[in-house]
């Protein structure tokens, strides 16, 4: 390890630490939400409409990501208009079909409010070697996966 040996942990304690953090980082969203002015969802709708940059999102594929009906993104997009975060802009291809887009300064803000925290977090990844990183980086990777998975399990209806 390049700075600091961590005690030996087993699958679970990892486990525990990691819900702790992932504990940690909804109530963190809901603060950084409100300091943006908006709700959690609409947060987290915001990061893929930023996130599409140089290919606008639709607002199906926005639904689908954020696992949304299409009539709930209409309240999310109606609600980022009115706090100047995104406009609709039809498609090009398909005038039925709308994209959402960040207003001019939305990327600006949102990434100044998450400054400090991305600083802190730049500076602990900064503790660890290239080979340490590429764990970490496939850790996040792998999980995503799994998370993405067992998201779609969650959302199935049981049977009777």
């Not at 959690?40 to 915001?46: A, G």
């Not at 900064?126 to 764990?135: N, R, S, W």
């Not at 792998?142 to 779609?152: D, K, N, Q, V």
């Amino acid at each position: 390890m390049a700075k600091n040996e961590p005690p030996g942990v087993t699958p679970p304690d990892a486990l525990a630490r990691m819900d702790q953090m992932i504990a940690l980082s909804l109530v963190g969203q809901g603060a950084m939400a409100d300091r943006l002015g908006v709700n959690v969802t609409d947060l987290t709708c915001l990061g893929f409409i930023l996130e599409a940059a140089e290919d606008p999102i639709t607002a199906g594929r926005l639904a689908e990501r954020a696992g949304l009906t299409t009539g709930a993104v209409t309240g999310v997009v109606n609600r980022l208009e009115k706090a100047g975060y995104v406009r609709r802009l039809s498609d090009s291809d398909d005038r039925r079909r709308i994209r959402i887009v960040p207003e001019g300064d939305a990327a600006a803000r949102v990434t100044a409010a998450y400054e400090p925290v991305y600083r802190r977090l730049i500076a602990l990844f900064e503790d660890y070697g290239p080979g340490e990183l590429g764990v970490i980086s496939d850790w996040f990777t792998r999980a995503a996966e799994i998370m993405r998975l067992s998201l779609a399990e969650i959302r199935e209806p049981e049977a009777p």
